[in-house]
């Protein structure tokens, strides 16, 4: 079988040609558009294709990005862009350039891989659906009752990345993003694959928040905002004015279960809440004894530094074991490993000392979507 490698500078334009003719009917360069930081030379080491007789027949393209998890430091590789020529298909040919992206982005310090889709090839690595993800479906009554005195909106535009950045650091879970992830929502527009604005919340004057917000509706005639950061007040107060700029539609507003201050003022509102795993993707797990060793200094602001130093994790094959407070709970299979990391909407939160630690929560892709 052909050896993935990394391309060469002359084959970025048959990787542009292949995505294009797969996911765009041959809709010229939409895919490097649409994710410049993927797809420019600073990011070539991390493409990976198989080529034969000269002819490019696979691709997958990764972007390493610094996460913290409640203000720990950790790595993860966002994963897409996977595409085969039709005429190669059923060689292994996406797999293995998939796995060769996963064994660069383990050796680059990534804990886990963040897929952008759910398909068997991914099912077969162990991808998982994880996390919990929050959905607030916000019409007209609940956003008058959380409506704020003094709210503002402003596009933004890119003299405004630094004040989008603050807003953005905020959360104690993220994605570190360097300039070229928000030059690139300038550039191409797009924000978790959708078409979306990116407004500035302004209190008073002073920026509080932001919210990117679909052009157009996504499901039921509804917006989403697909990603929002800055103070819970101002982002909740400010949701009629995103209602209003588009129209008045509902809309709805995407986050992680471990926002809780946004969660309580939508609570107030008495918006229409769902749970559901992070479906926007799967996730991937690479190293889960390097993760909870990294995450230690979480476990200890939540029950000191003793308990934390109790918390670890091992693996034997596919059996992994999460350790805390002298107690041990042992799962089969990356699949269940992810969900008793990341949580699931299904899955009941551990007890004990374990229930102390586990799970963690999971960064929110938004901008950082490939």
Same mark, same amino acid.
């Given at each position: 079988? +052909?050896?993935?490698?990394?391309?060469? #500078?002359?084959?970025?334009?048959?990787?542009?040609? $292949?995505?294009?003719?797969?996911?765009?009917?041959?809709?010229?360069?939409?895919?490097?558009?649409?994710?410049?930081?993927?797809?420019?030379?600073?990011?070539?080491?991390?493409?990976?294709?198989?080529?034969?007789?000269?002819?490019?027949?696979?691709?997958?393209?990764?972007?390493?990005?610094?996460?913290?998890?409640?203000?720990?430091?950790?790595?993860?590789?966002?994963?897409?862009?996977?595409?085969?020529? *039709?005429?190669?298909?059923?060689?292994?040919?996406?797999?293995?350039?998939?796995?060769?992206?996963? &064994?660069?982005?383990?050796?680059?310090?990534?804990?886990?891989?963040?897929?952008?889709?759910?398909?068997?090839? @991914?099912?077969?690595?162990?991808?998982?659906?994880?996390?919990?993800?929050?959905?607030?479906?916000?019409?007209?009554?609940?956003?008058?009752? !959380?409506?704020?005195?003094?709210?503002?909106?402003?596009?933004?535009?890119? =003299?405004?990345? *630094?004040?989008?950045?603050?807003?953005?650091?905020?959360?104690?879970?993220?994605?570190?993003?360097?300039?070229?992830?928000?030059?690139?929502?300038?550039?191409?527009?797009?924000?978790?694959?959708?078409?979306?604005?990116?407004?500035?919340?302004?209190? &008073?004057?002073?920026?509080?928040?932001?919210?990117?917000?679909?052009?157009?509706?996504?499901?039921?005639?509804?917006?989403?905002?697909?990603?929002?950061?800055? =103070?819970?007040?101002?982002?909740?107060?400010? $949701?009629?004015?995103?209602?209003?700029?588009?129209?008045?539609?509902?809309?709805?507003?995407?986050?992680?279960?471990?926002?809780?201050?946004?969660?309580?003022? !939508?609570?107030?509102?008495?918006?229409?809440?769902?749970?559901?795993?992070?479906?926007?993707?799967?996730?991937?797990?690479?190293?889960?004894?390097?993760?909870?060793?990294?995450?230690?200094?979480?476990?200890?602001?939540?029950?000191?530094?003793?308990?934390?130093?109790?918390?670890?994790?091992? +693996? &034997?094959?596919?059996?992994?074991?999460?350790?805390?407070?002298?107690?041990?709970?042992?799962?089969?299979?990356?699949?269940?490993?992810?969900?008793?990391?990341?949580?699931? *909407?299904?899955?009941?939160?551990?007890?004990? *000392?374990?229930?102390?630690?586990?799970?963690? #929560?999971?960064?929110? @892709?938004?901008?950082?979507?490939?």
């Amino acid at each position: 079988m +052909t050896t993935p490698r990394h391309p060469t #500078p002359d084959e970025m334009d048959a990787i542009a040609e $292949l995505n294009d003719r797969v996911f765009f009917n041959g809709k010229e360069r939409e895919m490097f558009r649409r994710w410049p930081a993927a797809f420019c030379e600073e990011n070539r080491h991390n493409l990976f294709v198989c080529v034969e007789d000269g002819r490019l027949l696979s691709h997958v393209a990764i972007n390493v990005r610094d996460v913290l998890i409640e203000g720990c430091a950790t790595r993860v590789a966002c994963l897409g862009s996977v595409c085969t020529d *039709p005429a190669a298909r059923g060689r292994g040919l996406a797999t293995a350039c998939v796995e060769a992206a996963c &064994d660069q982005a383990h050796g680059e310090g990534c804990d886990f891989v963040l897929i952008s889709g759910a398909l068997p090839i @991914y099912r077969r690595l162990g991808a998982a659906d994880c996390g919990v993800k929050l959905t607030a479906a916000i019409d007209g009554g609940a956003a008058e009752r !959380l409506a704020r005195p003094g709210i503002a909106l402003v596009a933004a535009t890119p =003299e405004d990345i *630094p004040i989008l950045a603050a807003l953005h650091s905020q959360s104690p879970t993220r994605f570190v993003r360097p300039r070229e992830d928000w030059d690139g929502y300038f550039s191409s527009g797009m924000s978790l694959n959708r078409y979306a604005t990116l407004w500035r919340i302004q209190q &008073d004057g002073h920026d509080a928040a932001y919210a990117f917000l679909t052009h157009e509706p996504i499901t039921d005639g509804m917006h989403d905002v697909i990603e929002c950061g800055g =103070e819970a007040g101002a982002l909740a107060g400010g $949701l009629e004015a995103l209602r209003q700029a588009c129209g008045g539609a509902t809309i709805r507003l995407h986050f992680g279960i471990h926002e809780t201050a946004l969660l309580e003022r !939508l609570q107030q509102g008495g918006a229409a809440l769902t749970r559901t795993h992070h479906d926007f993707g799967t996730t991937l797990l690479l190293d889960v004894p390097r993760m909870v060793t990294r995450l230690r200094p979480a476990f200890a602001m939540r029950a000191g530094l003793a308990f934390a130093r109790s918390v670890s994790a091992e +693996t &034997d094959g596919e059996r992994f074991t999460f350790n805390a407070g002298g107690e041990s709970h042992t799962v089969e299979g990356k699949v269940a490993a992810a969900q008793f990391l990341f949580g699931h *909407p299904e899955a009941p939160r551990p007890e004990g *000392p374990l229930g102390e630690a586990f799970p963690v #929560p999971q960064p929110w @892709y938004g901008l950082n979507y490939l």
